[in-house]
């Protein structure tokens, strides 16, 4: 099974403050990368996918790189309604596995 | 526009089965795969199988094999996830999600179906 090992596990900003969160995967998986956003008590929303590809009406201040086993995603000035947990998930072969997850907290 | 719509929360015993349904519309139901995620409180989301809505091909988990089963209904653009042998550590939301076509991302999430397992 491939292995993703995301970090930091949580982060505190404040408004308009630049995160920028990692994943590993434990072998080389190209771009079969996704990252996604779940807020309390609702399903994961998909934003980035194939590592770097913006989802069709997310905000453009999320981004995505990296190839291999090294990714990265960033909110480059984040806003009141980013507050959640993120996930990234490779999806180059099953079974699909998610990272730990990294909660994003008002500071 | 594209929707999953899953059944309501379930309360089961240890030991019984639960199936929960998950019914798509807004697209061509045979041109997706369809997967089937669980979350338990405070865990990340594990992939637990998918289905190939028009071939009825499946993939399971192997930290679910044996006890999970998915289906679907073409006629009634419905797919299914069947647990048995049910397990207090089987209390999660259990969530379908739409695989994309080309880049395997999952586009389309239904809205969770709750199932607690208490005696």
């Known amino acids: 099974d491939i292995q993703m090992t995301q970090s930091p596990s949580s982060v505190s900003a404040s408004v308009g403050d630049s995160v920028t969160l990692t994943c590993r995967a434990s072998q080389a998986i190209s771009s079969w990368v996704a990252w996604y956003q779940q807020k309390p008590g609702k399903a994961p929303k998909l934003l980035i996918y194939?590592?770097?590809i913006l989802q069709t009406g997310v905000p453009s201040r999320f981004s995505g790189t990296g190839s291999g086993t090294d990714f990265t995603f960033t909110i480059s000035s984040v806003q009141p309604e980013d507050f959640a947990t993120y996930y990234c998930q490779q999806v180059h072969s099953v079974p699909n596995i998610f990272g730990q997850g990294t909660r994003l907290d008002i500071k | 526009q594209v929707q999953l719509v899953q059944s309501g929360a379930e309360v089961r015993k240890p030991g019984a089965s639960v199936k929960i349904s998950c019914k798509a519309s807004?697209?061509?139901?045979?041109?997706?795969?369809i997967h089937w995620v669980r979350q338990a409180p405070g865990e990340r989301p594990v992939w637990m199988g998918w289905i190939d809505a028009a071939k009825g091909n499946t993939k399971y988990s192997q930290n679910f094999q044996g006890r999970v089963t998915i289906s679907r209904d073409r006629s009634a653009t419905t797919a299914y996830m069947e647990l048995n042998s049910l397990k207090s550590a089987d209390t999660a939301v259990y969530y379908c999600a739409r695989e994309g076509t080309v880049t395997r991302e999952f586009d389309y999430w239904g809205q969770g179906t709750l199932l607690t397992v208490s005696s």
């Open positions: 807004g697209y061509t139901f045979n041109d997706y795969i």
């Open positions: 194939a590592a770097s």
